[in-house]
């Protein structure tokens, strides 16, 4: 496992970057943290610690509920910039889960920027809209099978914003 497959739960690498973005899902990823980090240079990094899943499973009769590979990992985006966005916690929960992550062409004409995509991360309670270089999401320890979309605080190892796939 030294590449950071994990046969059992389908995944075929730790580390993924927006080349793989076709091949990737983030709904119901759970995130347990946000941080922007200032490079030295002139656009920050935007980093995520998310629960992400690998791969749903179908429920087995009798079983009715569905179970989840998942796997604490770290989401960075490069050069980040022209951040915005909306929370919502009326109600019970305080939970970030991902609805879907789009990675759209913007219509400004900003031509040193043309390389740099509109984000737009749709959460069930919040939206998050940017434009970055790119990304890479770093999957920190081999996916476990559990039957709850998220992994226990302590089993995840807290809140880190590690960029180091396991293997």
Known sequence: MS???????????????DGDFEAMG?????????????????????????????????????????????????????????LEGDL???GVGLDLEVDKVHRLVPDDARSNFSHCPLWLIEGHAFELRFRASGFRQ??????????????PYAERGGCAFTEIGFS
Request: aromatic fraction near 14%; avoid cysteine.
């Open 88 to 90: 919502d916690f009326t």
């Open 3 to 17: 590449d950071g497959s994990h046969e059992e739960s389908g995944l075929s690498k730790s580390t993924w970057s």
């Open 26 to 82: 983030w709904h119901d990823a759970t995130i347990h943290g946000l941080s922007v980090q200032p490079t030295g240079d002139i656009l920050p990094r935007l980093l995520f610690d998310l629960d992400y899943i690998v791969r749903w499973v179908h429920p087995v009769p009798p079983a009715t509920h569905f179970s989840f590979w998942i796997s604490p990992a770290t989401l960075v985006f490069q050069d980040v910039f022209d």
């Open 138 to 151: 770093y999957l920190r320890q081999a996916p476990r099978l559990v039957s709850r979309q998220a992994l």
